[in-house]
């Protein structure tokens, strides 16, 4: 069974997932994790969604507000013993369909090089590369993109 939970970033499945994709990052980023990883703080998180499946937390996802049209998806994570069952585009739709009912009109989201399953995902759902943006505008590794979704 799959059971799809909108919450914030005090959920304790959010941030055992979140530990488990700051793992996999410090090993794909290597010597730039640090940089990122002061970009991904949970602490202005207020809306997250977790899947679980089984029984176990398996995937989640994360939606902040950039301005007033548009909001950054971050956070998100597929626990590998759950990938290629379609979990990670249940994620980011809830996660659209949620900005959506906030009223933003744009999703925003930075990913890397190193991560090609992340920017394949991103592609098939509509979105498009777009100049890096904020604190990503000079990081080579960095690959922007962005959706309307109104």
């Known amino acids: 069974m799959t059971e799809l939970i909108r919450t914030d970033s005090t959920n304790s499945s959010f941030r055992t997932l979140v530990s488990l994709l ?18 991904n703080k949970l602490d202005k998180i207020k809306h997250t969604v977790v899947i679980t499946k089984r029984g176990a937390p398996a995937a989640c996802g994360a939606i902040k507000e950039f301005d007033s049209e548009t909001v950054e998806i971050k956070r998100m994570f597929v626990k590998p013993e759950f990938r290629g069952e379609g979990i990670s585009k249940l994620v980011l739709n809830e996660l659209e369909k949620w900005a959506k009912e906030l009223n933003y009109t744009s999703c925003i989201l930075e990913t890397g090089y190193k991560q090609p399953e992340a920017i394949s995902l991103y ?13 990503y505008k000079n990081v080579a590794n960095s690959v922007c993109m962005k959706k309307k979704i109104s």
């Open 123 to 135: 592609k098939k759902s509509g979105y498009l590369i777009t100049a890096n943006y904020g604190q």
């Open 22 to 39: 700051d793992e996999d990052l410090k090993i794909r980023d290597g010597e730039e994790h640090a940089f990122y990883s002061a970009f």
